[in-house]
């Protein structure tokens, strides 16, 4: 038999051998290289294992596979993993190597099962240079790498949406910290740097005119910066501040809030800015400056009722003792009788006064009670002004007040109690005589669209700026040292309010003032 002949018969393994052999006398060295790597190393065909190490050969006994068997097929052990869709895609209509071998992929990822479990491996393919179709492949073992990754990725995911989460969270924290509060940032030389819509809508200023901004542009004056100044002083050193602070609006109203201030610090404990966190409480401040006022308006009542009380009761007690004493001592002498007469008719004088004192207590103590009774009926505006005009002519009684009349038509129908109508222009045009010493007191009757208007108008002494929004307050005076109890024009006010009547005053001291009434037409 010849060499051919023999050739034929041998297998591709023994073939291969026989040709290493012939070309390389030094073949015995290459089973020993062959096995020095762990990677899983085998000489194919593409189908079929010609020869392979002791790693590729151990892997698959494990299954017990004989990858010299006649129905090994190396394709055949490869699983398509798509779980993290990563690992082989398919031949797409060529032979499994032929991507890389045609350098149109470097190597392949590919799952093969092994020991029970799967493992991955990345394949690298070379070729065989002692045969044309004959190629190198290397498998490396990458389960352990992989499984790394996948935990990485895993984690990563995990952390991810946890951010997510937390984000999410911290979104609505944010959210509702800043619908129920005013939120302000200012960095640590007291420049705005955050404020939400609540602080910008409560104190009426745009964002853009607030950032960048010294706080101070909240500061009604300097004493109040210098108090936010102190305050930051404190927090310097670690401390949150809570209290009440006053800030300022872009129209220069006065808002109280109670405050929180928070230091913001890094890593390294230096502060980098400062959270304020406010609640209006403007409503509750005014009505506790208001109660005070009430208070201390009420104790200077008090002390000017006793004094308002005493003082005529001291007159009729004094006058009647002298008209007494008189009586008995010279009862037939005219010139007694005429002092007797005088002594009774200013106790008389005085008890009227006191009577109109106690009847003003109580005529306001049945309106603020809602007991006072109103009879409503429809009445002339015209005919009641001329007729509160003429009651109070006798006020005039030095004649050195121009007293005048103007009504600018002949008739209008109102609603209206007519006599707390008159009382409310009697109270006025007395007012009116008793803070003007000469000039004018006038009463003007007009038509103003579908309303009547009364102005009673004085050139008297006026009424301070201070005093003019608290006018109408009980026991209130435009001076400490104003005749009368301050009840008349509360008194005023409230039959005005019960009978629908508009009630306003303008006044500049030293040069008068107006009163008005606003009434519907009929």
Known sequence: ???????????????????????NPDFRYYKSLFNITENLVAITDGDTVI?????????????????FGSNFLLPSVFQKIDKYGYIYDGYQ?????????????????????????LHEFNISIKQFELSKNIFIVIMTDITEIMGYK??????????????????????????????????????????????????????KHTKEELIG????????????????????????NGDVYKG???????????????????????????HIEYLIIQ?????????????????????????KVSHELRTPLNAIINFTDLALEAYSENSNDEDSKEMIELYLQRAHKNSKNLLNLINSLLDLSKLKSTKEHFNIGIHDVAKLVKESYESCSSLNTKGSVDYRLKIDFISGLIKCDNFKFNQILINLISNAFKFTQKGFVSIHLSEVGDEYLVEVEDSGVGIPNGKLSRIFEPFEQARSDDIGTGLGLSIVREYANAMNIALSVTSSEGAGSCFKLKLKKL
Request: charge should be neutral; glycine fraction near 2%.
């Open 150 to 203: 996948n935990t990485l990725e895993y984690n990563l995911r995990s952390v991810s949406k946890n951010k997510e989460e937390t984000e999410f969270l911290l979104n609505q924290y944010n959210r509702a910290v800043d619908i129920s509060n005013l939120v302000l940032k200012v960095n640590t030389i007291g420049n705005i740097i955050y404020a939400n819509d609540a602080f910008c809508k409560t104190l």
């Open 1 to 23: 038999m010849q060499e051919n002949d023999l050739e034929i018969l041998l297998t591709p393994k023994e073939r291969l051998k026989q040709n290493i052999k012939k070309d």
């Open 279 to 303: 609640n209006e409480i403007t409503e509750t401040v005014k009505a506790k400056e208001e109660a005070v006022q009430a208070l201390e308006a009420k104790s200077k009542f008090f002390d």
């Open 93 to 117: 209509n060529k032979r499994w190597f032929e991507h890389i071998h045609k350098k149109e992929k470097d190597y392949y990822r590919v799952g093969i099962i092994g020991a029970n479990r």
């Open 213 to 236: 901004q010294n706080i101070k542009i909240l500061c009604n004056s300097n004493e109040i910066y210098k108090h936010y100044s102190s305050i930051i002083q404190t927090i310097e």
């Open 244 to 270: 009440i602070i006053e800030n300022i609006d872009k129209e220069r109203e006065k808002h109280f809030f109670n405050t929180t201030i928070v230091p913001i610090k890094n890593r390294l404990g230096e």
């Open 51 to 67: 020869d392979a190490n002791k790693a590729f050969i151990d892997f698959f006994a494990t299954q017990n596979i004989d990858v």
